[in-house]
């Protein structure tokens, strides 16, 4: 079938919207017609070249939908069902599967990061030349193949674009708080970077009773929807930003910071705002290949822990519902997360808007144009 699609063709280029061709789900796949793919930037990372990737590729890794046909073997999907898309499929038997860590699948990882598939071979063509699928996704399009596993059935009374954000930041930043670093009630918290993943992650320390939520950002803008969000102390990125930290926290530190920047200079500024004992949480994506220093004397004398987080350390068939169910009972304000709604055809206008920080989370809305 045809479908639009907004295509990266190279590192360093605009998305191109245009006609590609969709071929029908094969076995264990599923054909969803989508509603909203949000604007997160780790899409951003294959134009800017931190993340490489095979090329052309459709990005778009944070969607929702509606399915319109399965291939064959799929019994637990129907048409017609609202499924939020998972961009980190698991198997359920791999050693981590078997470990309760599904973000850690390695039977899918070779595939998903190849950009195909399951089977190792994409869907996706334009004039008979491959075209791959970031995380097996490739929600920026109209319409999408993807692996069954990806699809996690939710409620129907939760409007698609806000399904969509669960689909990753809700899931990363949420997830980062309660099971990453398992915040809990009247713990203290840092969270640098207030995009759609720290904002969640705000949202998560909320959740979960931190009386310290201190955002740390660069717009003054973010800010103010940090402290909206639950943020008890707001920071203007830079060099004062650790000696504000350690006033709000009675000169100690935070019992947890949390980086959701992707920068390494961040990262290792966020070490000095944990307190002696305390943990780090590393949420952002920093680019491939890069490092980061961080002090081992300081750790081993100070006990400091530093913990990667991916995915929210979430199980999306579990928390995906959960998220959702939290958003209903008005625990989590998923509304005022999306700042903003484009066609898809102003995507390279959402992506500028989010690297400008105008907006909380952008999102696209296959609906509009
Ligand atoms: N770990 C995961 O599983 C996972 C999942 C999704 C996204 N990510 C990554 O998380 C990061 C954030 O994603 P996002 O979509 O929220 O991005 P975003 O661009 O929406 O937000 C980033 C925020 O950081 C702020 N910022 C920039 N420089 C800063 C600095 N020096 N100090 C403090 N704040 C600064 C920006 O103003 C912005 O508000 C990215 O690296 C992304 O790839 C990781
Ligand atoms: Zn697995
Ligand atoms: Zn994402």
Redesign the pocket.
Same mark, same amino acid.
């Given at each position: 079938m045809k479908i639009t699609a907004a295509v990266l063709f190279a590192p360093e280029q605009p998305f191109e919207v245009t006609e590609l061709e969709l071929q029908e789900p094969r076995a264990n796949e599923v054909l969803v017609r989508l509603a909203a793919a949000?604007?997160?930037?780790?899409d !951003?990372?294959l134009v800017s070249g931190?993340?490489r990737h095979p090329m052309p590729v459709v990005a778009g890794h944070?969607g929702a939908g509606v399915v319109q046909a399965v291939g064959v073997g799929v019994g637990d999907i129907r048409a017609g069902d609202h499924v939020v898309l998972n961009w980190?499929p698991d198997c359920g038997r791999c050693f981590y599967c078997l470990r309760g860590k599904p973000?850690l699948c390695e039977a899918y990882v070779g595939p998903i990061w190849a950009g195909t598939m399951l089977d190792g071979s994409p869907r996706l063509s334009l004039r008979g030349n491959p075209v791959y699928h970031f995380c097996g996704l490739a929600s920026f399009a109209t319409h999408a193949v993807v692996p069954r596993e990806s699809c996690v059935v939710v409620r129907k009374d939760v409007p698609l674009d806000v399904a969509a954000l669960v689909g990753?930041?809700v899931a990363?930043?949420v997830g980062?708080a309660m099971y990453t670093a398992d915040v809990r009630a009247g713990d203290s918290t840092v969270i640098?970077?207030?995009?759609?993943?720290?904002?969640?992650i705000i949202q998560g320390a909320k959740l979960c009773g931190a009386q310290a939520i201190i955002a740390?950002?660069?717009?003054s803008a973010?800010l103010e929807i940090a402290k909206q969000m639950g943020a008890t102390v707001s920071i203007v990125?830079?060099d004062g930003?650790i000696q504000c930290i350690l006033d709000a926290t009675g000169g100690r530190g935070a019992d947890h910071a949390f980086e959701?920047?992707?920068?390494p200079?961040?990262q290792e500024?966020a070490l000095s705002a944990v307190r002696p004992g305390g943990t780090l949480v590393?949420?952002?994506?920093?680019p491939m290949g890069t490092g980061t220093n961080l002090p081992g004397a300081i750790i081993t004398r100070q006990e400091k822990t530093v913990k990667?987080? !991916? !995915?929210?350390s979430v199980h999306p068939r579990r928390d995906f519902p959960l998220l959702l169910d939290l958003y209903k009972s008005g625990r989590l304000d998923l509304d005022s997360l999306i700042s903003k709604r484009y066609p898809l055809t102003e995507i390279n206008r959402a992506y500028a808007d989010?690297?400008e920080?105008r907006?909380?989370?952008g999102v696209i809305r296959l609906d509009l144009d």
């Amino acid at each position: 079938m045809k479908i639009t699609a907004a295509v990266l063709f190279a590192p360093e280029q605009p998305f191109e919207v245009t006609e590609l061709e969709l071929q029908e789900p094969r076995a264990n796949e599923v054909l969803v017609r989508l509603a909203a793919a949000g604007v997160c930037h780790s899409d !951003y990372h294959l134009v800017s070249g931190a993340t490489r990737h095979p090329m052309p590729v459709v990005a778009g890794h944070e969607g929702a939908g509606v399915v319109q046909a399965v291939g064959v073997g799929v019994g637990d999907i129907r048409a017609g069902d609202h499924v939020v898309l998972n961009w980190a499929p698991d198997c359920g038997r791999c050693f981590y599967c078997l470990r309760g860590k599904p973000n850690l699948c390695e039977a899918y990882v070779g595939p998903i990061w190849a950009g195909t598939m399951l089977d190792g071979s994409p869907r996706l063509s334009l004039r008979g030349n491959p075209v791959y699928h970031f995380c097996g996704l490739a929600s920026f399009a109209t319409h999408a193949v993807v692996p069954r596993e990806s699809c996690v059935v939710v409620r129907k009374d939760v409007p698609l674009d806000v399904a969509a954000l669960v689909g990753c930041a809700v899931a990363t930043g949420v997830g980062a708080a309660m099971y990453t670093a398992d915040v809990r009630a009247g713990d203290s918290t840092v969270i640098f970077g207030c995009g759609g993943v720290g904002l969640s992650i705000i949202q998560g320390a909320k959740l979960c009773g931190a009386q310290a939520i201190i955002a740390v950002d660069t717009h003054s803008a973010k800010l103010e929807i940090a402290k909206q969000m639950g943020a008890t102390v707001s920071i203007v990125a830079g060099d004062g930003a650790i000696q504000c930290i350690l006033d709000a926290t009675g000169g100690r530190g935070a019992d947890h910071a949390f980086e959701a920047v992707g920068v390494p200079a961040v990262q290792e500024q966020a070490l000095s705002a944990v307190r002696p004992g305390g943990t780090l949480v590393l949420a952002g994506l920093s680019p491939m290949g890069t490092g980061t220093n961080l002090p081992g004397a300081i750790i081993t004398r100070q006990e400091k822990t530093v913990k990667g987080s !991916y !995915y929210g350390s979430v199980h999306p068939r579990r928390d995906f519902p959960l998220l959702l169910d939290l958003y209903k009972s008005g625990r989590l304000d998923l509304d005022s997360l999306i700042s903003k709604r484009y066609p898809l055809t102003e995507i390279n206008r959402a992506y500028a808007d989010m690297l400008e920080g105008r907006v909380a989370r952008g999102v696209i809305r296959l609906d509009l144009d």
